[in-house]
């Protein structure tokens, strides 16, 4: 199994237990509304403009994972961090679109076409701060975050584990990122 895979078999599982899959509550300002809904637009996985929700009267639309059709190319990062990310990373970033991957334990970084990997740049660097406050020496990138902490890959050998800043601990939680998701109990 491959990552994209186990990303599939966790949304189709979702959708088997009739679990709405995605919800997105556009801004307040109109003009940053209309370019979140650009946005939205450029994939086809709306459900329903009409159908949304009206919470403090704010609209939360209804937004289902869909396959991605552009290849965001991490090679960048790679030369400005000096490491090689791991083949399950650039899957996960390039296989599909969504707001949530989440269990009781774990939630993954979003896929969203209005911030493409901005939060996995910006955590990096809150990553390595924490890998050198807790004394350890791993090239590690962060994949989503726990009740305590970060969820980072390393590396070189691809497990997964999670930082806990406060205890000073790094805990093994998979071997791998299709390992963890496969995992994760909805």
Request: aromatic share 12%; net charge negative; proline share 4%.
């Amino acid at each position: 199994m491959s990552v994209t895979k186990a990303l599939e078999s966790y949304f189709a599982h979702l959708k088997h237990l009739n679990r709405v899959l995605q919800v997105i509550e556009l801004p307040r300002d109109a003009e940053q509304q209309a370019e979140m809904i650009q946005k939205l637009n450029m994939t086809p996985q709306l459900i329903d403009w009409d159908s949304c929700r009206i919470e403090d009267g704010v609209k939360h639309y209804l937004w289902n994972p869909v396959r991605k059709t552009v290849f965001h190319d991490l090679s960048s990062y790679e030369k400005e961090w000096k490491l090689k990310i791991p083949s399950s990373v650039k899957e996960y970033f390039n296989s599909y679109w969504f707001i949530d991957i989440f269990d009781a334990a774990f939630q993954l970084i979003p896929v969203v076409p209005w911030d493409i990997l901005g939060t996995f740049y910006n955590e990096y660097y809150d990553v390595q701060l924490e890998l050198e406050e807790i004394g350890i020496e791993m090239q590690a990138i962060p994949i989503g975050t726990h009740e305590y902490g970060r969820v980072v890959v390393n590396c070189q050998d691809e497990k997964i584990y999670a930082l806990d800043p406060e205890s000073h601990e790094c805990y093994f939680v998979a071997t791998n990122l299709e390992s963890l998701i496969k995992n994760m109990q909805i």
